[in-house]
């Protein structure tokens, strides 16, 4: 049980160092993505991919019912036909540049989720996005790897443990979520 009770107490403490600037600047970019009818792109691998999808779930519906405010977002990770198609075609680093080139326009927002920073594919999905004139965010761990230079606004959980990186990046951005719909999709 103490190795139990050990994870939990790292994870309480990881999260009172969570940079709350950055996640509230996360939460202003997308509500600002809605007021201007903006598209948000959100990827990962993994786990990350996982995140990715329930994000998007969450701003596409969540516990919004009723609101007559919508956010558009698309999860690059969910369309498995197609990321696989270029997978086969190209290569594996360009899974999601490659879905993202079809649909990214100056000022949409592009999110990218990788525990390492160092993830090829979502690496070169944020240089396209940036070329574009998107917002780029990251979400990331360990040292930031190089995602945190490729982007706009960085949510770096302050660790070296994957486990605990991805649950901090689903509590981060569960708290973005939250965010955005009391001051935007509810107000």
């Known amino acids: 049980m103490s ?16 940079p709350l600037d950055a996640i ?4 202003r970019r997308i509500i600002e993505a809605g007021q201007s009818d903006r598209a948000i792109f959100v990827m990962g691998n993994g786990g990350s991919a996982a995140t990715a999808s329930h994000f998007a779930n969450d701003l596409s519906k969540g516990d919004v019912t009723g609101s ?7 999860a690059l990770t969910d369309n498995v036909s197609l990321m696989t198609a270029w997978a086969n075609d190209t290569e594996y680093r360009m899974v999601f540049a490659e879905q993202l080139r079809n649909f990214v326009r100056a000022g949409d927002v ?3 989720v990788s525990a390492s920073g160092r993830s090829p594919n979502v690496l070169e999905a ?19 790897g190089e995602l945190k230079t490729l982007v706009d606004h960085c949510v770096r959980v302050p ?7 991805e649950d901090l990046h ?17 107000a």
């Open 3 to 18: 190795d139990l009770r050990a994870y939990l107490d790292r994870t309480a403490v990881l999260a009172q160092q969570m």
């Open 24 to 27: 509230e600047a996360v939460s």
């Open 68 to 74: 007559r405010r919508r956010l558009r977002v698309l």
């Open 110 to 112: 592009v999110i990218g």
């Open 126 to 144: 944020m240089r396209l996005g940036h070329a574009a004139g998107a917002c780029t965010i990251g979400f990331t761990g360990q040292d930031g």
């Open 159 to 165: 660790s070296d443990n994957v486990q605990h990186i």
């Open 170 to 186: 689903l509590i981060a951005l569960h708290a973005v979520y939250s965010h955005v719909r009391d001051r935007y999709l509810c």
